[in-house]
């Protein structure tokens, strides 16, 4: 078994197999994008990690796979949800596709023959029924105390509406998460920055509030700059991150170091 609460650096697929079955609560993550970025040239491979990381999630475990298609001769090549795809062929649920917009990313150039690409793939995959949901109330209700009847189209067309809920101060959000990206944006840590493609703080905290509870398990096998270790920490999770290339693991490290400081200080 790994060592918890670290980050790990090295082959994710190899270090997976050193992890016993069953034992990750929630893995959120973010793999290459096709061949977007480098990263110090190092490989892998996802159908060892898919298998892997079916291997090590318990059930009711999710996976909150973040990801984009690269760009070739114009048009996208698909590979984010042939992934999608596969996870479901290996027997896990596709849960719920989400989306990441940036609410930043709206630069529009008329040479790319099409409208500005502004979001990402969230799949959430699951291994059976989620054991964890818990939704992020923070969409304001117009329409508070109002008894509102819900309405349901039927198959055979009609509708069904023999339900009523009264509504509350606030409901949970939908299934299209905004953050600004982008450097300067995604996180208030500047050492971050030395990687060149993180996602937002606050996407890694959502999804690990949403999907685990205090003290559960979070693995992000392509860890990066450390964001969903430094989420899970700072949610009161238990966390592995694994990463291939030395320079990131020790980014890694400091920001979880720094956010140790940052809480003995207070
Ligand atoms: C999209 S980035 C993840 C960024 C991360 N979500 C963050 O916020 O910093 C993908 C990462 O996967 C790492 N990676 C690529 N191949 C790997 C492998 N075989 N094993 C482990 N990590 C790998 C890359 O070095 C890169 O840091």
Redesign the pocket.
Known sequence: MLELDKIHC????D?LGQLPRECIDLVV?????DDL?T??G????FFG?AWQLKRVLKPGGVIVW?VADATKDGSETGSSMEQALHFKRLGLNLHDTMIYEKSKAHVFDPRQHRYKHTAEFMFVVSKGKPRVFNPIMDLPVVNSGVVHKVRQRLPDGSIRSDRTVTLGDWQARGAVWVYEGGVGH?TKDAI?FE??????DAL?SDHIATWSNPGDLVL?????????AKAAKELGRRFLG????PE?CA??ERRIAQETLELEAV
């Open positions: 090295g082959d994710n697929c270090l993550t973010s793999p290459p994008y970025r990263y110090g190092h490989s892998w491979d990690v973040v995604s971050a990687h060149p493609a993180i996602f937002p890694a992000d096998p392509f860890s990066g700059s450390g964001t969903t694994l990463e291939i290339n990131y980014i890694a």
